[in-house]
C-alpha cells in the first residue's frame, strides 16, 4: 500500500509558476514510476509527465514540453511538478500517482491511467488570464 499527498496547487495569474509536491507513504521501492496526471472541468483525465524513481529518466506530455519539469528527491520520497510559463489552459486538478508493479525496462514511458495503481487526492490549479 503506498499512499500520495498532493500540495503546491492554488491560483495563479498567466506566464506565472508553482511547484507541486507529491510526498509517498508506506511501501516505496527503487523500481517505481511516478506520475502527474490532470483532469480539466469536463475533461478526461490526461497524461502531464512521469519519472521513474531508479535512475530518474522522465517523459514530458508535448502539451507541457519546455515548461513544465518533473523531478523526485529520493532522500524525501517526493515528487515534483515545477510548472512554468503557466497558461489559463493549463487550469485543472493534478493528481500525483504510482505504478508499484515492476516497470518494463528501456524507454519506454508509462502515460496510461490504468498503469498506475495508487493515486492522490489531487490538488487545485487555476492559472487567470
Known amino acids: 500500500q503506498v499512499q500520495l499527498v498532493e500540495s503546491g496547487g492554488g491560483l495563479v495569474q498567466a506566464g506565472g509558476s508553482l511547484r507541486l509536491s507529491c510526498a509517498a507513504s508506506g511501501r516505496t521501492f527503487s523500481h517505481y514510476v511516478m506520475g502527474w496526471f490532470r483532469q480539466a472541468p469536463g475533461k478526461e483525465r490526461e497524461f502531464v509527465a512521469t519519472i521513474r524513481w531508479n535512475g530518474g529518466s522522465t517523459y514530458h506530455a508535448d502539451s507541457v514540453k519546455g515548461r513544465f519539469t518533473i523531478s523526485r528527491d529520493t532522500a524525501k520520497n517526493t515528487v515534483y511538478l515545477q510548472m512554468n510559463s503557466l497558461k489559463p489552459e493549463d487550469t485543472a486538478v493534478y493528481f500525483c500517482?504510482?505504478?508499484?508493479?515492476?516497470?518494463?525496462?528501456?524507454?519506454?514511458?508509462?502515460?496510461?491511467?490504468?498503469?498506475?495503481?495508487?493515486w492522490g487526492q489531487g490538488t487545485q490549479v487555476n492559472v487567470s488570464s
Open positions: 500517482a504510482v505504478r508499484t508493479k515492476l516497470a518494463y525496462s528501456g524507454a519506454y514511458t508509462y502515460t496510461k491511467e490504468y498503469e498506475y495503481d495508487y
